[in-house]
């Protein structure tokens, strides 16, 4: 039984994105998978790592929580909006607070290689849009490279699949039922 964990980073539960994360849920669900989630809006915790990796800040419960789930998972479902090119502030906080040095990665002393402690996994990004494809593929998908290489491949999450979905503030009730059966047919594949 493959095990999956959804991690939602949109802070709105009325949003397109907890659509888009429950339809896969129910796929994956109806497929076989276990699945767990980590609902980021839901969490008490602070998202502000204070001290950088200077001095180690406690993990709230809730975020040792998440870690567990992390290393529990043998793929990971990460559903977010793209404001501004990047993350919204409390998923990037998430990030900032549970993906630490010595839990999913460890630098090795005197050396500029790591060791990856998330091996053996796969994920899956799913990022909504409001941003002409254009101006994004300009850019270069800041917050989908930045997820994709900087965080889950550099604790060795591999592969690490990307979906965006958009633009969504112009979107049809056609065009967001089509984008929901696209995450339902990921949730199926278990991908």
């Given amino acids: ?14 949003s397109f994105c907890f659509a888009l994360g429950e339809a896969y849920k129910r796929a994956a669900l109806k497929s076989g998978a276990d699945v767990k989630e980590i609902i980021v809006r839901e969490l008490d915790f602070n998202p502000n790592l204070q001290f950088g990796y200077r001095k180690r800040t406690e993990l709230e419960p809730c ?8 290393r529990w998972a043998d793929h990971i479902v990460i559903i977010h909006p793209v404001w501004w090119g990047s993350l919204p502030a409390i ?33 899956r990004i799913i990022y909504t849009l409001d941003t002409p494809a254009l101006f994004w593929w300009l850019a270069g998908k800041p917050s989908y490279v930045a997820l994709k290489y900087i965080t889950l491949q550099y604790c060795g999450i591999k592969p690490v699949r990307g979906t965006a979905i958009g633009i969504v503030r112009l979107s049809d009730e056609k065009k967001r039922k089509k984008w929901i059966r696209e995450a ?3 949730g199926e594949k278990l991908k």
Avoid at 1 to 10: E, F, N, S, T, V
Avoid at 63 to 70: D, G, S
Avoid at 99 to 123: N, Q, T, V
């Fill in 91 to 123: 998923f990037k906080g998430f990030l900032d607070r549970v993906f630490l040095p010595g839990f999913f990665f460890k630098k090795r002393p005197g050396s500029i290689w790591w060791d990856k402690f998330l091996k053996g996994r796969s994920a």
């Fill in 63 to 70: 975020l040792v929580e998440a870690q567990e789930k992390i």
């Fill in 1 to 14: 039984m493959k095990k999956i964990l959804i991690i939602q980073g949109h802070p709105d539960a009325e």
């Fill in 184 to 186: 339902e047919r990921l």
